[in-house]
């Protein structure tokens, strides 16, 4: 709650709504409590005063009635009756918007056409009819509008449900013998009211504006029962020689209407997902940079990540994902990063190419060399140029990475031509080379295929065919084969391989998998808590394990063949990122710690390719090496 209105308050014209809103409610609200004169007394000796004449503040109307405590009284009425408007109207709305999209079928056709029947009305006649049916009063009035503004939610929250229903919760819900009642109340419901409360808070204000509408024509609140409509409604007559009469009720529309709807648009920034996160702004095209510390001097590897620092800030808090990670790749070469889920391997490899959401992503030291030119402080447009081209990406979800509406072959061409002026033709023909090169049978025909045409594993290989249809010379793959299984996993791993002997690709392989890592990988990097822990040839790595927590992880590699043997999980948890200890991050939860691990930071020490970053390495990397 509190977070909720620290986001609000940081929208200034929201912050300005919200009070402005307050003060008016607290009108209403203490206005009884004082002396004030009765609104419907008349006294015709003292009609038409000026504001601020003695004992009344705003004046008189027509009938030399106190403005003041008319105004206090019609305000109260247009809030309590636009309020009970929204209020009902979103009940009957959502409801049935919710029964609509949930049952589906012809109960949705059936309902939604009767909401399109109202909607097909303009609306303000529909109001007056309903009014006209029912006899004018401030109550008809009330249920005019509230009827008059069912569909709009109807139609909002039907749209929404329909998307939710099809979801794999709803579908668990199902399955695990809830009723109808209590799938919506309790899994559909939950999702849709914060759009609920969106819409109405954007509504409110034009409620308020409609019923005074309705006054203003004669058929809402009835005399002398004071709203603002009526009030603005008998003041027209004096417009011209009374004006205070109209500039009181009708500033006083403006005030509410206008405070409601830039309070509206904050809480519907405030309670947006995406915008929670950090300031009050979409994410960028690229990851903010902001180096206090000297840019590290190039060096001749084809790709280095040199003492990289990202960090995620999200309120007052500082997740350091990133915390000074050293990695180079040459071509040929496949480097592997493995850690548990987490430890920020793929913030690792979003931010070489600026990929990491901004904010909250920040790069707040180090660089990122591609062939000696550093890409974190690049301007946007070269980094456009490289995404893709030179250092292309392979992701974790091939569903979630191409589009669902385009035909493979379509996907493919606009990947090379995004990069390369090339014709139509000549892009099919590359687009079915790729496909060939990653083993997809019959790529002509496949071409034409939708994604969901497909299988994971071709999915996957169009993935990578993707990464590689620029001839980058640099591949990233974030844990590609995780969603698939052994066999293509093995396929793909083998395709890979081959893919960086005879191209003299590289590739930086992140995976959470030894036995994937052994099967591909030259060289391997541990990542904990943001941080390499330990670096070395893969085989060095994988036989002798110098830091305590990659012998965990070996560990926890089921071996077949090897007979039943104890898995030995880790205990404990990895630490959060906004308060990682001083000395080692692994150190809660290692065995072997003693109070000097935690004392101070530990640095990555080794000879040649082999480094740990521990005291009391399982073996010397000096031994090892
Ligand atoms: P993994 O090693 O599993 O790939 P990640 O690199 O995705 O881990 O994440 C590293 C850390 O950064 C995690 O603790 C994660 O919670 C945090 N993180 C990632 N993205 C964001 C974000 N947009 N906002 C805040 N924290 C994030
Ligand atoms: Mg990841």
Redesign the pocket.
Known sequence: MIAFLRRLFRNRLAGLGAVTFAAIVLFVVVTPLLPLPDPNATATADRFMRPFSEGHPLGTDHLGRDLLARLAAGTRLSLAVGVAAALIAATIGSAIGIVAGYFGGRIDNVIMRGVDMLMAFPYILLALAIVAALGPGLMNALIAVAAVNVPFFARNIRGITVGLAGREFVDAARLSGMGHTRIILSELLPNVLPVIVIAMSTTVGWMILETAGLSFLGLGSQPPQADLGSMLGEARSALITHPHTSVVPGLMIFFIVMSINLLGDGVRDALDPRLR?GALSRPRAMTEVKREDPVPAPTDDLLALQDLHTQ?H?GDRV?R?VDGVSLTVAPGECLGII?E????????ALSVMGLV?SP??LITGGAVRFRGEDLVGAPYERLRQARGDRVAYIFQDPLSTLHPLYRVGDQLAEAIRAHHKVAAKEARARAVALLRDVRIPNAESRLDDYPHEMSGGMRQRVGIAMALANEPDVIIADEPTTALDVTVQAQILSLLDDLRRDRGLAIVFITHDFGVVAQLCDRVAVMYAGRIVEEGPTGAVLNAPAHPYTRRLIACVPELGQGRRELAAIPGLPPT?DDLPAGCAFAPRCEKARPACSAAPIPLEGSGRRAVRCLYPETRPEEAA
């Open positions: 996160s995620f999200v997740l994902a850690g889920s987490g430890s920020g391997k793929s913030v690792t959401a909250p992503g990122l």
